[in-house]
């Protein structure tokens, strides 16, 4: 098979795609065949080695975790599913080696929800890791109906999601981003406000007696997420651990076939917009990630391994 891939921690030049073996079906695993996988933050710092200290590495890596395809064969013990079947997975694995880009990847029955036929392929493989993120955040947040919520980041992949997850769910969104995405904020039913200097007093603007929630997306704005929190606020991050300091939670998803599988019905059913950013081949996966680091993405970026 053909697959991206790194021998070595370092910059995005490491990546190279070779050909691989097709990988072995274990007990308990679904091999996909992928036609899309796409890109999160959390992959180019892998390949910088941001995780060696957490997660055993085992070289060459082949980078990715989000997937959308069609199940070519299934493990031993995996009644679940079957070969044709179209599916999508946040395909996180223990370790750091066999991962999405490449035009095979086996998969843990844990981490694999079913395609609804209303998703396309390329929302199927922008939902999993960074809706799933979402979703859990606002899970620990234990956001509801009435309260008020400011998701900082609120244009990036895992924010679009946020808020209107945050939404579905009851609540009234406040969401920072730059000037120039309010007008989408607005159009998913979120108040925008202007990230930057000044930000505390803008939201308490708009929420005088203070937020009940806030998520926090992008990490640095722990000072004002603490300044605009009412009396007995929560508030979480998956960006910076420090939260957990001043009573916070710092957020850390695991795959959930279910969670996933509500999220992608629900995108299914029009009740959750997917937004792709870019689209790019296997061969571009390196400079996919260089538009990523440059931390302007409003959406997902999505690689095309097969149609």
Same mark, same amino acid.
């Given at each position: 098979?053909?697959?991206?891939?790194?021998?070595?921690?370092?910059?995005?030049?490491?990546?190279?795609?070779?050909?691989?073996?097709?990988?072995?079906?274990? &007990?308990?695993?679904?091999?996909?065949?992928?036609?899309?996988?796409?890109?999160? &933050?959390?992959?180019?710092?892998?390949?910088?080695?941001?995780?060696?200290?957490?997660?055993?590495?085992?070289? &060459?890596?082949?980078?990715?975790?989000?997937?959308?395809?069609?199940?070519?064969?299934?493990?031993?013990?995996?009644?679940?599913?079957?070969?044709?079947?179209?599916?999508?997975?946040?395909?996180?694995?223990?370790?750091?080696?066999?991962?999405?880009?490449?035009?095979?990847?086996?998969?843990?029955?844990?981490?694999?929800?079913?395609?609804?036929?209303?998703?396309?392929?390329?929302?199927?493989?922008?939902?999993?890791?960074? =809706?799933?993120?979402?979703?859990?955040?606002?899970?620990?947040?234990?956001?509801?109906?009435?309260?008020?919520?400011?998701?900082?980041?609120?244009?990036?992949?895992?924010?679009?999601?946020?808020?209107?997850?945050?939404?579905?769910?009851?609540?009234?969104?406040?969401?920072?981003?730059?000037?120039?995405?309010?007008?989408?904020?607005?159009?998913?039913?979120?108040?925008?406000?202007?990230?930057?200097?000044?930000?505390?007093?803008?939201?308490?603007?708009?929420? &005088?007696?203070?937020?009940?929630?806030?998520?926090?997306?992008?990490?640095?704005?722990?000072?004002?997420?603490?300044?605009?929190?009412?009396?007995?606020?929560?508030?979480?991050?998956?960006?910076?651990?420090?939260?957990?300091?001043?009573?916070?939670?710092?957020?850390?998803?695991?795959?959930?076939?279910?969670?996933?599988?509500?999220?992608?019905?629900?995108?299914?059913? =029009?009740?959750?917009?997917?937004?792709?950013?870019?689209?790019?081949?296997?061969?571009?996966?390196?400079?996919?990630?260089?538009?990523?680091?440059?931390?302007?993405?409003?959406?997902?970026?999505?690689?095309?391994?097969?149609?």
């Amino acid at each position: 098979m053909r697959a991206v891939t790194y021998d070595r921690f370092g910059d995005v030049d490491t990546l190279s795609v070779n050909d691989l073996p097709d990988p072995k079906v274990g &007990p308990g695993e679904v091999l996909v065949e992928v036609r899309r996988a796409s890109v999160n &933050p959390v992959d180019w710092k892998i390949v910088g080695g941001g995780l060696d200290p957490m997660m055993n590495t085992v070289f &060459p890596v082949v980078p990715g975790w989000d997937v959308a395809g069609v199940v070519r064969s299934v493990g031993p013990d995996t009644p679940e599913f079957s070969p044709g079947d179209e599916v999508l997975a946040y395909a996180r694995k223990d370790w750091v080696q066999a991962g999405t880009f490449a035009e095979l990847v086996t998969v843990p029955v844990r981490a694999v929800a079913r395609k609804p036929a209303g998703l396309g392929w390329d929302e199927a493989a922008a939902l999993p890791l960074a =809706g799933l993120t979402a979703y859990r955040t606002l899970q620990r947040l234990e956001v509801g109906e009435g309260d008020t919520v400011l998701v900082h980041a609120a244009a990036g992949g895992v924010g679009l999601l946020g808020v209107q997850i945050a939404r579905e769910l009851g609540a009234t969104v406040i969401g920072t981003a730059s000037a120039g995405n309010h007008a989408r904020l607005r159009d998913l039913g979120v108040t925008p406000v202007e990230y930057g200097d000044g930000l505390a007093e803008r939201v308490r603007a708009v929420a &005088p007696d203070g937020v009940d929630a806030v998520a926090d997306f992008v990490g640095g704005v722990l000072p004002d997420t603490l300044a605009v929190l009412a009396a007995g606020g929560r508030h979480a991050s998956i960006a910076d651990p420090t939260v957990e300091e001043e009573g916070g939670s710092w957020i850390w998803v695991r795959p959930d076939a279910e969670e996933l599988q509500w999220l992608a019905d629900l995108a299914a059913d =029009g009740r959750l917009r997917v937004e792709i950013a870019g689209r790019y081949g296997l061969d571009e996966v390196a400079e996919a990630f260089r538009v990523s680091q440059e931390g302007h993405v409003s959406g997902k970026l999505v690689i095309t391994v097969a149609d």
